[in-house]
C-alpha cells in the first residue's frame, strides 16, 4: 500500500504501525489520517496491548514532504491548525492507554522525528539519522518539536539542533536521551516490541514527553540561554525572522506551558509556511537535488568507480589548498612538482592547512597527524601506476600541458581520469591533440572553500563514466558539484568575476570600499567583494579579470585599483593587507589608506568623482553590483552552458556567497521582474559604459515580459 500506514499484530498482542511511502516515508495529511486511523484501531482493540511505530524497507520518515509549504494557502480556523499536532498526536496518540514505542531506522526527521518524540519511548538503530531540518526550509518544527525535544534532551541541546538544522545519529541521539537504547537493524522490531510489554508491565518508565520537566532549567535561566539563542541568530542572520519566531515559541511553551507551546507552534508554522523565505528556501533544496541530474550522464544507470588515489601536478597556492581537502577527505595524495625546493614548499603549504583547521578547531591534531600521512611528494611519475585521478594544477601553456598529458598516458593506469584545474587552457584544443580526451574534464574549486563548497565540473569530450565519477568524488569531499558545458574559463566564475569587477568600478568611481561591502553583507551575501578579493588574493584576482578581459573585450571593466595596490605590496589576507589590514587573529579592520588608492585608480582611469554614486542607498549599491553578474548568469543561460536555469541558483548560493533564503540569483531576480532589471542595467550603460550592457536574453525577456528562470517543478501535495 503507498502513502498508507500498515498494521500488524503479533501474538503477543503488540500491533507494529508501518508508515508505507516509498522511498522515504515522507508524510502528508493523508499519511498522517491513515496513521490516526490506524492508531485509533489498535487503541480500541481488545486483543492489542502495545503499540510499535516503524517505517518501511528501513527508513523511519523523512518527514513532510516540503512541497506542501511555501504556497499561499488561506488562512485557517485555530480548530484547523491544531487538529494534526493537538488534537491527533498530543490528545488522541501520546495520551493513549497503551504504550507506543518508536522503532528507528534510517531517516527520523522533521514531522517523522516529532512523530517518535510523542511516542512513549523510542529504540533506534545506531546508524538512524535524527534531526528537525525544518529551519532549513524557513518555517519551524510544527509537530510538536519545539515543545518535546527540548525537554528530552535540555534547552541548550535542542537549541542547537533545531536553529542549526543538525543531525545526529542513533548512537548520538541515545547519548542525549533523545532514544533509551539502541538495537542492531535485523532485532530493531523485537527490542521495541519487548520495550513496549515492559512499559506495559512497569519493567520500564511510561514517558510523555511533552510535561517531562527535569531536563528543562528554570525559567529565569532558560531565558538567558534564549536570550543568547537570540543574539547569535540575529548576529548571523539578521535578515531572517524565523529562527526569532521558532526562539519565542519555545520560550511561549516553558513560560505558559507546554500546550500554549503545541497552539502558538501551529499558529507559527501557519504564518511562516506562507513566506517568500520559505518559497525561496524549498525552491533550493529541489534545486540542489536536480543539479545532480544531467540528461544522457546521470539517467543512463552508470555507477561511480571507486577514486582512492590522486595524484596533483603542482605544489602552488590552489594545488596545496586542493591537496589538503584531499587528505582532509581520506584521499591518498601524491603531490609532484618540478624540482625538490617546490616540493618542499608545496607539502609545508599543506601541513600549514592542516595546522590552521587544527587552530580553527576543526580538526584535532590526530587528525591532522593522519592526513598528513596520507601524502606523498615525488618527482617523477614512478608512483603513477595505480592513481585514479590526475588533477592538472600548475599549467597555463597549451604546449607544456600537451606534453603532461602525454606522459601521463603512458605513465597511468588506463581508466585514469585527468583533470585540470586551469582557467585559462582549452581542454578542448587539447583534447584534439592527444589521445585520452574522453577521460578528461576540468574541475574547479572555489575559495575560501569552507565557505563557498561549490565543486564546477566541465565536460569536454568527457564520457558520462568520467562525470559520474567526478560528481561522487565532488560528494564524497562534501562539495556541490554543478556540471557545465566546455566554455572559455569557468562559467561560475564568469558570474564571481564581473561581480567583483561591479564592486571595483564603484569604488573607483566614488563609493567608499567600506560601504559597498556593508551594503552587499546587509543583503545577506555571506561573503562581501573586497573581503573575497582579499581572501582569493590579489594575484588570483588580477590573473583571472586578465582572462576575463581577454576573452569578453566588448563588456569587461579593467579594474585598476587592485593593481595599484598590489604594487605597493598588498596581496589580500595572505599577506595581512589587502582592501583590509589583518591583525595576528586574521581579524580584518579597515585602513584609512584606502582612500589613497581609490583616488590614485580614478586618476589613471581619468573619472571624477561623481555625486550620483556617493549619494547611493544600500540597496542601489547591492543592485549596481548584483546585477552585472546577474547579466552575466543570463549569457551563460543562453550560451547553453549551463543544464538548467536553477544550477546557477545553486551555483551562486555555494559558489559566490548569494543568500539562499533568496532562492539564488536567478530566482531572485524573477521576484524583481525582467523589466525592471532591464530598465536599471540599460540606464547605468548610458551612464557608466558597456559593462552593464544588458544582454539579449535580458532584452528578449523584458520586451515579451516572460519569466527569467524556472522554478524547480514539483508535484503540490496538500497539508
Ligand atoms: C511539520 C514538520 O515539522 C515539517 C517537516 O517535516 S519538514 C521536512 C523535514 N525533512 C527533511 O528535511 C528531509 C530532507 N531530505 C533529506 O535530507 C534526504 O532526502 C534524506 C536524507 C531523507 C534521504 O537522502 P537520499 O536517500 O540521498 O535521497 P534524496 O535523493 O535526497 O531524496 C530522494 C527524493 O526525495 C525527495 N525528497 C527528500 N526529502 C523530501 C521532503 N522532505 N519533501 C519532498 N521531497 C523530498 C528528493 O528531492 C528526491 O527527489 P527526486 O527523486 O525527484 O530527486
Redesign the pocket.
Known amino acids: 500500500m503507498k502513502g498508507r500506514t500498515a498494521v500488524d499484530v503479533g501474538a503477543d498482542g503488540v500491533a507494529i504501525i508501518t508508515i508505507n511511502n516509498p522511498?522515504?516515508n515522507?508524510?502528508s495529511v493523508d499519511v498522517l489520517l491513515s496513521l490516526k486511523e490506524s492508531i485509533e484501531g489498535t487503541i480500541i482493540r481488545d486483543d492489542v496491548r502495545a503499540i510499535v511505530i516503524t517505517g518501511s524497507k528501513g527508513?523511519f520518515s523523512?518527514?513532510?514532504?516540503?512541497?506542501?509549504?511555501g504556497g499561499s494557502q488561506g488562512k485557517r480556523t485555530r480548530k484547523e491548525l491544531g487538529f494534526?499536532?493537538i488534537e491527533f498526536l498530543t490528545d488522541i496518540f501520546e495520551a493513549a492507554r497503551k504504550p507506543l514505542v518508536a522503532a528507528i531506522d534510517?531517516?527520523a526527521?522533521?514531522?517523522?522525528?516529532?512523530i517518535a518524540l510523542a511516542c512513549h519511548a523510542r529504540i533506534s538503530t545506531s546508524s538512524a539519522?535524527l534531526?528537525?531540518?525544518?529551519l532549513?526550509?524557513g518555517?519551524?518544527?510544527?509537530?510538536g518539536?519545539t515543545q518535546r525535544l527540548p525537554r528530552l534532551v535540555g534547552l541548550p541541546k535542542a537549541l542547537e539542533m533545531i536553529l542549526m538544522?543538525k543531525?545526529v545519529s542513533g548512537e548520538e541521539a541515545r547519548i542525549l536521551s533523545l532514544v533509551d537504547v539502541i538495537a542492531p537493524s535485523d532485532k530493531l522490531l523485537l527490542k521495541a516490541r519487548q520495550w513496549a510489554l515492559d512499559i506495559l508491565q512497569c519493567r520500564r518508565p511510561w514517558v510523555i514527553s511533552l510535561y517531562k520537566t527535569d531536563k528543562l532549567a528554570p525559567l529565569g535561566q532558560a531565558r538567558e540561554i534564549l536570550k543568547l539563542a537570540r543574539l547569535q541568530v540575529q548576529k548571523q542572520n539578521p535578515n531572517l525572522m524565523h529562527p526569532l519566531v521558532c526562539i519565542d515559541v519555545i520560550e511561549h511553551g516553558i513560560a505558559s506551558g507546554p500546550r500554549n507551546g503545541l497552539w502558538k507552534e501551529a499558529e507559527a508554522?501557519q504564518e511562516l509556511r506562507q513566506s517568500s523565505t520559505c518559497r525561496s528556501l524549498i525552491h533550493m533544496?529541489?534545486a540542489q537535488?536536480?543539479i545532480?541530474?544531467i540528461p544522457g550522464i546521470t539517467d543512463i544507470n552508470l555507477l561511480p568507480r571507486k577514486i582512492n588515489k590522486v595524484a596533483i601536478l603542482g605544489g602552488g597556492l590552489m594545488a596545496s589548498e586542493i591537496a589538503t581537502m584531499l587528505v582532509l577527505s581520506n584521499y591518498q595524495v601524491i603531490l609532484k612538482e618540478k624540482d625538490k625546493k617546490c616540493l618542499l614548499d608545496g607539502i609545508s603549504r599543506v601541513k600549514e592547512n592542516l595546522q590552521n583547521h587544527v587552530k580553527k578547531e576543526k580538526a584535532t591534531q590526530e587528525k591532522l597527524e593522519k592526513s598528513f600521512n596520507l601524502i606523498l611528494g615525488v618527482l617523477n611519475y614512478d608512483n603513477f601506476k595505480d592513481v585514479d585521478l590526475v588533477i592538472e594544477a600548475e599549467s597555463e601553456s597549451l604546449s607544456l600541458t600537451e606534453m603532461i598529458f602525454s606522459e601521463l598516458e603512458i605513465c597511468c593506469p588506463p581508466n585514469c581520469i585527468f583533470a585540470s584545474n586551469s582557467s585559462t587552457l582549452s581542454l578542448k584544443l587539447l583534447g584534439e591533440r592527444i589521445k585520452c580526451e574522453n577521460r578528461m574534464a576540468k574541475i574547479h574549486f572555489f575559495c575560501p572553500s569552507p565557505i563557498l563548497p561549490l565543486m564546477e565540473i566541465v565536460c569536454t569530450h568527457s564520457s558520462p563514466q568520467v562525470i559520474i565519477d567526478l560528481i561522487a568524488f565532488g560528494r564524497k569531499m562534501r562539495k556541490t558539484p554543478i556540471v557545465v558545458r566546455d566554455c572559455n574559463g569557468y562559467a561560475v566564475t564568469r558570474m564571481i568575476i564581473t561581480y567583483l569587477h561591479a564592486a571595483i568600478l564603484l569604488a573607483e568611481r566614488s563609493v567608499d570600499v567600506y560601504q559597498i561591502d556593508r551594503a552587499i553583507t546587509s543583503f545577506g551575501m555571506s561573503l562581501c567583494p573586497f573581503r573575497m578579493i582579499d581572501l582569493v588574493g590579489f594575484q588570483v584576482v588580477i590573473m583571472l579579470s586578465k582572462i576575463f578581459v581577454e576573452n569578453f573585450p566588448d563588456r569587461s571593466y579593467k579594474p585598476n585599483l587592485i593593481q595599484i595596490m598590489q604594487q605597493d605590496n598588498r596581496e589580500g589576507e595572505s599577506n595581512s593587507k589587502g582592501f583590509y589590514i589583518y591583525d595576528e587573529n586574521n581579524k580584518p579592520s579597515m585602513d584609512p589608506e584606502m582612500m589613497k588608492y581609490t583616488e590614485k585608480a580614478r586618476t589613471i582611469s581619468d573619472v571624477t568623482i561623481n555625486s550620483k554614486l556617493t549619494t547611493l542607498s544600500d540597496r542601489e549599491i547591492a543592485e549596481m553590483i548584483l546585477f552585472p553578474a546577474l547579466n552575466e548568469a543570463f549569457r551563460i543561460i543562453s550560451e547553453g552552458i549551463a543544464f538548467r536555469t536553477s544550477d546557477l541558483d545553486v551555483a551562486s548560493v555555494k559558489g559566490m556567497g548569494f543568500p539562499a533564503y533568496r532562492g539564488g540569483i536567478i530566482s531572485w531576480s524573477n521576484s524583481l521582474g525582467s523589466t525592471y532589471i532591464y530598465s536599471r542595467l540599460d540606464k547605468w550603460s548610458k551612464d557608466y559604459g558597456e559593462f552593464f550592457k544588458p544582454c539579449a536574453y535580458l532584452l528578449e525577456r523584458a520586451s515579451d515580459g516572460t519569466s527569467l528562470g524556472n522554478q524547480v517543478e514539483?508535484t503540490k501535495?496538500q497539508?
Not at 62 to 69: H, I, R, S, W
Not at 131 to 134: D, K, M, T, V, Y
Open positions: 522511498p522515504l515522507l508524510l527508513k523523512g518527514g513532510f514532504d516540503v512541497t506542501a509549504f494534526l499536532s534510517g531517516p526527521f522533521g514531522g517523522g522525528l516529532e539519522q534531526g528537525l531540518p525544518e532549513q526550509y518555517i519551524l518544527p510544527g509537530l518539536g538544522s543531525r508554522l533544496f529541489f537535488t536536480q545532480l541530474k514539483r501535495s497539508l
